[in-house]
């Protein structure tokens, strides 16, 4: 008989502390397992709507003047004139190496027009991009069409105008088609249009002020697209917003620190299980190891029994718990995420991370127990028959 079989066989007639052995790492693992799944997944499912919720790179004119604004309020009265970006150019930004990241750009040309005796700022937008870029805009009335203008909230209020009326500028008459919902930013104060209008209403064909772009940056870091794109349009300046990007980045993190902290106290946990039931299991079986002992059986071979049954345990619970804990996280994701087309995809990794750890729990756990039944006297332990 090996020492494999010894061990199968104690593990088989002693299947209440087998049970609970694997019990404790089995929910051990599984509960870590599930947690650090259900965090991977609701990472993706955050950062997924964080970088589909507005710009998060903006592309400007070169410039060597600094802004004299913070916060949308003017501080000086310094004025220059700055190059325009060219439209056709930013066709390269297709060419790029991270192309397939960039879910919107939006062109927008400047410039400032004057309406019913006030100079206003005219934003000449793409629509289109508008609705992946500023997915918060809430208009009143419908979407302009060409010749037709909408009107940021305090622009309407100081203009005087609501939806189906008519102004002026530069000659072309325009109708109002709706009024934005107040956002409590710079829009508020701005007069929109479709790009090619604005274009033609300033005489700057073909041009642009700045660009805005939504990267879905999920396998790259924002800072290689800025690279890429600046490569791409050497003449203009790329920068990432960096508010929206740390904030994402802070958020994802915390996450990711509050996952590993519990399954790390879960892993304490199941090891402080195993460690109490093996020693009982050793207390039990005194009498057994010293006819071993008495047989011939060395220290060795006594500790190679307990830690070989330590180590089928880990092993099944390894298996089971990535298995138990994989279920779980598909079934808890919907009620966390707030969506059932959300998949929570199998991650090799993790499932190898599982199976080592409750491995390494486990016999790291039963080295203690395994040495005091290697010390046990034969003598003693027969005379306790």
Request: overall charge positive.
């Amino acid at each position: 008989m090996t020492l494999k079989d010894i061990a199968l066989r104690n593990l088989r007639r002693r299947k209440a502390k087998a049970a609970f052995v694997l019990a404790g790492l089995l929910i051990a693992v599984s509960t870590a397992v599930g947690l650090l799944g259900l965090i991977e997944a609701m990472n993706r499912d955050i950062q997924l709507k964080l970088e589909e919720y507005g710009a998060n790179i903006l592309i400007l004119p070169k410039t060597e003047n600094l802004s004299l604004t913070y916060g949308g309020l003017s501080l000086g009265g310094v004025s220059f004139e700055m190059q325009e970006i060219r439209q056709a150019d930013l066709g390269r930004v297709k060419s790029i190496k991270n192309a397939a990241n960039v879910a919107a750009m939006g062109p927008t040309v400047l410039g400032t027009v004057e309406v019913n005796d006030r100079k206003v700022l005219l934003a000449g937008v793409d629509f289109q991009a508008v609705k992946i870029l500023k997915p918060w805009w809430k208009v009143g009335g419908t979407v302009p069409s060409e010749y037709d203008v909408l009107l940021g909230a305090e622009a309407a209020r100081i203009l005087n105008l609501n939806a189906g009326d008519y102004l002026k500028i530069n000659g072309s008459k325009l109708q109002v088609s709706g009024v934005l919902a107040p956002t409590g930013s710079q829009d508020d104060q701005l007069v929109f249009t479709p790009l090619g209008t604005a274009q033609s209403l300033l005489n700057k064909q073909g041009l642009v002020s700045m660009v805005e772009v939504a990267a879905l940056c999920n396998a790259c870091p924002i800072e290689a697209m800025v690279s890429q794109i600046s490569r791409a349009l050497p003449s203009t300046k790329v920068m990432a917003i960096q508010q929206v990007v740390q904030g994402r980045m802070e958020t994802l993190a915390h996450f990711k620190k509050f996952s590993y902290g519990i399954s790390l106290v879960l892993v304490l946990v199941g090891s402080l299980v195993v460690l109490v039931t093996m020693m009982g299991s050793v207390r039990e079986r005194t009498a057994e190891i010293g006819i071993f002992r008495a047989m011939g059986f060395r220290r060795s071979h006594v500790m190679q029994i307990v830690l070989m049954e330590a180590g089928i345990l880990s092993a099944l619970a390894g298996i089971m718990g990535y298995l138990v804990g994989f279920g779980t996280t598909k079934a808890a994701l919907p009620f966390f995420t707030g969506s059932n087309g959300m998949e929570v995809i199998f991650d090799p990794i993790l499932a190898a991370g599982a199976f080592a750890v409750a491995v390494i729990m486990g016999l790291a756990s039963s080295i203690y127990p395994a040495l005091l039944a290697a010390r046990i006297d034969p003598a003693d332990a027969l005379r306790a028959l």
